[in-house]
């Protein structure tokens, strides 16, 4: 009987304890960080990245961001640098292209000089996809298009930009045809300048597209053939004026 007088006592004192100690956590821990508006605005901008622009709630956020470039990217460098390949981390990737300073240019410069991942061997006969690593690879593209990125939304920063693309051709052998497609698009025409930059090895990226030997004979006789046929249309349609 003592027994059982004394339980529901002894879970009223557990329950208090339980509080205390969870009060005492509650005044030692920091503010809650997504109170922040730095950390409000990160994640209202991923939530809304695929509207993006057509979003109020990204153009908002982006704009902040746009002006505390510096503490964002800090802010985002441990999922970076440290996490392995997600669409999370993608996202990431994405978004620093669109608000991205200086600070945001040597960050992602740190990404794409780590290590390139490993493919964890699959057995055998097994078709499934590696789903960490291809993240992972296509966080490392991303990384390479949003710097050139920067350089849209910040043309002061083009210069740094071109410079990072360059290193990152002649360094990151897997990254080299992004990078060379993306000084492409942002240098246009001034592209050509970059030869004296790039060995022979780069020669293609610098000829205009031509299409393969095999196809240029056939589209030469194509061309012919059309030739021929517009002008026995020619003569056609000129015997039938004069006959009128």
Same mark, same amino acid.
């Given at each position: 009987?003592?027994?059982?007088?004394?339980?529901?006592?002894?879970?009223?004192? @557990?329950a208090v304890g339980v509080l205390a100690i969870q009060s005492m956590g509650a005044?030692?821990?920091?503010?809650?960080?997504?109170?922040?508006?730095?950390?409000? /605005? !990160?994640?209202?901008?991923?939530?809304?990245?695929?509207?993006?622009?057509?979003?109020?709630?990204?153009?908002?956020? &982006?704009?902040? &961001?746009? !002006?505390?470039? *510096?503490?964002?990217? #800090?802010?985002?460098? +441990?999922?970076?640098?440290?996490?392995?390949?997600?669409?999370?981390?993608?996202?990431? #990737?994405?978004?620093? @292209?669109?608000? +991205?300073?200086?600070? %945001?240019?040597? !960050? &992602?410069?740190?990404?794409?000089? $780590?290590?390139?991942?490993?493919?964890?061997?699959?057995?055998?006969? =097994?078709?499934?996809?590696?789903?960490?690593?291809?993240?992972?690879?296509?966080?490392?593209?991303?990384?390479?298009? =949003?710097?050139?990125?920067?350089?849209?939304?910040?043309?002061?920063? *083009?210069?740094?930009?071109?410079? #990072?693309?360059?290193? #990152? %051709?002649?360094?990151?052998?897997? &990254?080299k045809d992004s990078a060379m497609f993306e000084l492409q698009k942002l240098l @246009?025409?001034?592209? $050509? =300048?970059?030869?004296?930059?790039?060995?022979?090895?780069?020669?293609? /990226?610098?000829?205009?597209?031509?299409?393969?030997?095999?196809?240029?004979?056939?589209?030469?006789?194509?061309?012919?053939? /059309?030739?021929?046929?517009?002008?026995?249309?020619?003569?056609? *349609? @000129? =015997?039938?004026?004069?006959?009128?």
């Open positions: 009987m003592m027994g059982k007088v004394w339980l529901p006592c002894l879970v009223a004192i @557990g005044a030692d821990a920091p503010p809650c960080a997504e109170r922040r508006p730095l950390n409000h /605005h !990160l994640s209202q901008a991923i939530a809304h990245l695929d509207p993006g622009s057509r979003s109020p709630e990204y153009r908002e956020s &982006l704009a902040y &961001l746009k !002006l505390h470039a *510096r503490e964002a990217a #800090t802010a985002l460098s +441990g999922q970076l640098l440290r996490e392995p390949g997600s669409f999370g981390k993608w996202q990431v #990737t994405y978004l620093i @292209g669109e608000f +991205g300073d200086e600070s %945001a240019i040597d !960050l &992602l410069r740190i990404f794409i000089e $780590q290590p390139k991942p490993q493919a964890r061997p699959a057995r055998e006969g =097994s078709h499934a996809t590696d789903i960490p690593y291809s993240e992972e690879m296509t966080s490392r593209f991303q990384a390479v298009a =949003s710097t050139a990125r920067i350089a849209s939304h910040r043309p002061e920063l *083009r210069d740094q930009v071109v410079q #990072t693309l360059i290193a #990152t %051709a002649q360094g990151i052998p897997f &990254l @246009g025409d001034e592209f $050509q =300048s970059l030869r004296s930059y790039f060995g022979p090895e780069y020669a293609r /990226h610098f000829e205009p597209f031509m299409p393969p030997p095999e196809w240029q004979g056939l589209l030469a006789r194509r061309m012919e053939k /059309h030739r021929r046929e517009e002008q026995a249309l020619r003569e056609k *349609r @000129g =015997s039938l004026c004069q006959a009128e």
